[in-house]
Each structure stands twice: as structure tokens, then as C-alpha cells.
């Protein structure tokens, strides 16, 4: 089982932990394939999610899940709920945890915004990203792609591309990956690379050919304009000349690595629609492994047996 009640970030996780949920997402993603996408295990549990951030993959895949699982799931629309009003996080969660809610799966545009919730209620708390610190679904999801697709997460050599600085989707990559001896290669702009990144236990590269060439796997960052300032830039069109994956840039890598973005996408920014449609590309089972894994966790957190995870 998981050591914790809450999931808010790959960092403190141990990969047995790690293993635990993609073990499990597999047998959830059986469930989804199915004409009748319904299993009992977790009829009578409640999940709120509280988005302060927009999104349309991680929200809906979050409801999806718990539907799928007979759980109750309600949607707050935090602009027009209390929150409009001024009421704090910690008066929202204590507002959703009295009425009765077991799982709040949060989004937020503060870094630890989702840690401070947890040490505030009884609740368990899924972290949805919070700030640029981390979103250890998605990066949950990104390795069970990995894993189900090459067999193993131990030596993979795997490329990230692109806003490093702004990416939690990077950085729950790179704590996810390491603790499986995988190489982590980065690149993008000098201007959106952490200041002493390699601590972190990656290799940065100055061009996308350099940190592609032998790889198993290129995951492609979208390029965050809501979190930019000005300067960190030149021009989209640069961008995409410069740091954009295209065919030429793919051809580099091993004949069958992954192309992999975790979306929304900027198109002919970050991956050209040509790069996009080929036969290497994982992107849209990337979604529909978003909705196993978060099944994983929701079943984990609330306690469902394992005998009934797929009955």
C-alpha cells in the first residue's frame, strides 16, 4: 500500500510505491476498453475536484476515473463558487471535508499549495500541479507509457524537451525516472533551464539533436505562454526552428523511440503535425493512460480491495 494518505508529488514516493500504481493502472486499463466502463469497487466513496488552474486532460480524466470506479465525483468551479467571495484554501477543503468528501484532487497555481490543504484536512489529497513545482499524475502516466511500450524503466535513455523551467510535468518526470536508473537528458532555451539542474540528476544538452541522439524516448514540453515573462523568448517561430521536434530531429533517436507531449500542444511550435502523426507517437495513449493511472490512485487512496479492482 502507499505510505501516505495523500499523493502530492513524485519526489517523496519510493519506487516500490511508484511500481504499486502502475501495477495497478494496468489492470484498470483492461476496465476502460470494455463496452460497459463500470465496476463497483468504490461505490459509496466521494471525490471533489478543486481546480483553481484551468485544464481539460487531468480534470475530466480525474471525473472519469471515479465514475468508472462507482464513485461519487463532484466538479467545483472555483470562480464561481466561495472562493470568488475570498474564502481561503483551508476554508474551502474544511468546507468539502465536512461534507463528507474522501478524496479532493487539487490544481493550483501555487507551488506546495496542495501540501498545505493536506496538513489542513482529513481528506486525502491528490496533487493535479501545483505551481512549477510538480504533477505527479502526469508523470505517473508518462512512465506506465513508457513501461508498457519498452518493457522496463530501468536504462532508458529519455530526452525532455522544451520550457524546462516552467515544466512540473519535468520535474515529477525526472524524480519519477531517476529512481529507476534511467538517463535524463534536457534541452530547450538557456534561458528556460533551472539554474543547477544537474542537480537534480540530469544531463543538459545545447540542442535538441545533441539530447535526442540515441534516445528511447523524446517527451516534448508545451511551451507555458501563461507563465512566461518577457524576454525568456525570442519569437514563437524561432522557438519552433530552433527547439521544435520535427521527422529530421526524430530520425536521430533509436528507430522505435517514443514520442511522447503531455498537452494541450502548440502545433508546428513544439511538434510539427507531421511529427505528431507518426507511428512512434504515443500522445493520445498518453491520455487514455492518464484515466488508468488516476483509477490506480483514487483505488489506492480510498482503500478498494484488491479483489474487486476489476470485477
Known amino acids: 500500500m502507499l505510505r501516505n494518505k495523500d499523493l502530492l508529488g513524485l519526489r ?54 471515479g465514475k468508472y470506479l462507482s464513485a461519487d465525483t463532484t466538479s467545483i468551479a472555483v470562480a464561481t ?12 477543503g474544511r468546507t468539502i471535508e465536512a461534507m463528507g468528501t474522501d478524496v479532493i484532487v487539487i490544481r493550483h497555481s501555487a507551488a506546495g499549495a496542495p501540501h498545505l490543504l493536506a496538513r489542513n484536512v482529513k481528506s486525502r489529497v491528490v496533487n493535479a500541479g501545483d505551481g512549477m513545482h510538480e504533477h505527479p ?10 513501461r508498457e511500450k519498452k518493457g522496463d524503466l530501468a536504462n532508458l535513455k529519455v530526452a525532455i524537451i522544451g520550457d524546462i523551467m516552467h515544466s512540473r ?29 544537474e542537480k537534480m540528476g540530469v544531463r543538459v544538452f545545447n540542442s535538441v ?13 508545451r511551451v507555458q ?7 525568456l523568448l525570442p519569437s514563437m517561430d524561432e522557438y519552433a526552428r530552433l527547439y521544435g521536434l520535427n521527422k529530421k530531429r526524430v530520425a536521430l533517436a533509436k528507430p522505435d523511440a517514443l514520442i511522447m507531449h503531455p498537452g494541450p500542444m502548440n502545433r508546428g511550435i ?7 502523426g507518426m507511428s512512434q ?19 489506492l487512496l480510498m482503500g478498494g480491495r484488491s479483489n474487486e479492482a476489476v470485477n
Open 209 to 221: 539533436e545533441e539530447a535526442v541522439k540515441g534516445v528511447d524516448v523524446i517527451n516534448v514540453l
Open 12 to 65: 517523496e514516493m519510493t519506487a516500490d510505491e511508484i511500481n504499486l500504481i502502475l501495477d495497478t493502472a494496468a489492470s484498470m486499463k483492461e476496465i476502460i476498453r470494455r463496452d460497459i466502463k463500470k465496476v463497483p469497487t468504490l461505490r459509496g466513496k466521494s471525490m471533489v475536484t478543486l481546480f483553481y488552474e484551468p485544464s481539460t486532460r487531468t480534470r475530466t480524466s480525474f471525473e472519469l476515473a
Open 169 to 197: 510535468v519535468a520535474r515529477s518526470n525526472i524524480w519519477g525516472l531517476i529512481k529507476f536508473g534511467a538517463e535524463i537528458r534536457i534541452a530547450g532555451p538557456s534561458t528556460l533551464i533551472p539554474a543547477e539542474v
Open 281 to 299: 507517437s504515443v500522445i493520445d495513449e498518453q491520455v487514455t493512460n492518464g484515466v488508468a493511472v488516476r483509477m490506480a490512485i483514487l483505488y
Open 81 to 92: 463558487s466561495s472562493v470568488a467571495k475570498g474564502e481561503s484554501l483551508i476554508d474551502t
Open 270 to 276: 513544439e511538434i510539427d503535425a507531421e511529427t505528431y
Open 225 to 231: 505562454k501563461e507563465r512566461q515573462k518577457k524576454g
Open 137 to 146: 499524475t502526469q508523470g505517473l502516466l508518462d512512465m506506465f507509457t513508457m
